[in-house]
């Protein structure tokens, strides 16, 4: 069993940075291949950005050039700098870890939300 738990949420005004942490207890089968997913009221969740069990890097549109993502492996880690916020990215972020490997870069955020373990969500509000 592996529990996420992401940290970092807050406000910032338009412009600002926020760092994203998410750390993950226990251990999935094989490497483990993590992502950061967000959902604003009334909208349904995104893809945000991930690191595959190749350690491949992956983004939406909406974020390259703004946002990295980072994972250790050691450390069962994945952190997302958030850079040059912008107010439609406020939502709320979940860290989603696969509980089996995926070499397929962001095509690993097609998978069911079953197939991940889920943390409870960090809040990011960027306010104009």
């Known amino acids: 069993q592996v529990q996420p738990v992401e940290s970092g949420g807050g406000s910032v005004q338009a412009g600002g940075s926020l760092t994203l942490s998410c750390v993950a207890s226990g251990s999935s089968e094989g490497r483990s291949s993590m992502y950061w997913l967000r959902q604003a009221p009334g909208k349904e969740r995104e893809g945000v950005a991930g690191v595959d069990s190749w350690d491949n890097t992956f983004y939406a549109e909406s974020v390259k050039g703004r946002f990295t993502v980072s994972k250790d492996n050691a450390k069962n880690t994945l952190i997302l700098q958030m850079n040059s916020l912008r107010p439609e990215d406020t939502a709320m972020y979940y860290c989603?870890?696969?509980?089996?490997?995926?070499?397929?870069?962001?095509?690993?955020?097609?998978?069911?939300?079953?197939?991940?373990?889920w943390g409870r969500g960090t809040q990011v509000t960027v306010s104009s």
């Open positions: 989603a870890v696969a509980k089996r490997p995926c070499y397929g870069g962001a095509g690993c955020l097609n998978r069911r939300p079953i197939d991940n373990y």
